[in-house]
């Protein structure tokens, strides 16, 4: 056997037992450990009202994964925002971003009928609010129990909002926050 026809041959041979090695080492069963069992996303996009950066509208993407133990993690990031500003930010009734002003999103996602509140203890779709940086950069950075993915709190098919203002947790229905910056809807995948 001449040494190319050889070295060709062991390349094969290698080669198969590489594949064998990877193919065995993969798992197409459930899930174990802490990854997400469902996920969603929101692209923001910016609305017609007035922007904190007039030559910059506000855009960003908010990601949703439903962990194993029912909590929902929400993260993501949301610029040129007002610098070292704070925005209101909720989950609104509609994934409707037609109108200029997004009030086509409805009000804020309450399955449950609560007043609105703090998160965690009002709305279902009630966000901690954002905290821009000095470049106008907010990350999001969120464990919830009450949002979820399927069933009756399912935030899937919704609007994510950001506003102008800060929320300020007490007022009735929905915290003063101002005209919507920017509006997004959640998509499972």
Do not use: W
């Not at 007002?82 to 309450?110: L, T, W, Y």
């Not at 969120?142 to 709190?153: A, E």
Request: aromatic fraction near 2%; proline fraction near 8%; hydrophobic fraction near 35%.
């Amino acid at each position: 056997m001449t040494a190319i026809a050889h070295l060709g041959r062991t390349t094969i041979i290698c080669s198969a037992i590489g594949l064998g090695l990877l193919v065995s080492g993969c798992s197409i069963g459930p899930s174990t450990g802490s990854l997400p069992e469902q996920v969603a996303q929101a692209p923001l996009r910016a609305t017609q009202v007035d922007q904190p950066l007039a030559a910059k509208p506000v855009e960003g993407m908010i990601r949703f994964a439903a962990m194993k133990d029912g909590a929902t993690r929400i993260t993501g990031e949301v610029k040129n925002l007002k610098p070292n500003a704070v925005h209101g930010f909720h989950i609104h009734e509609r994934g409707d971003c037609s109108a200029p002003d997004a009030m086509s999103a409805g009000g804020h996602f309450n399955p449950t009928g609560s007043p609105h509140g703090a998160p965690g203890h009002g709305h279902v779709g009630d966000l901690p609010t954002l905290q821009a940086d000095a470049m106008g950069t907010a990350r999001v950075q969120y464990v919830s129990q009450s949002v979820k993915l399927t069933g009756p709190n399912s935030v899937v098919g919704k609007g994510v909002i950001v506003h102008k203002d800060p929320d300020d947790i007490n007022a009735q229905p929905a915290g003063n926050s101002g005209p919507r910056l920017a509006c997004g809807v959640i998509a499972g995948s």
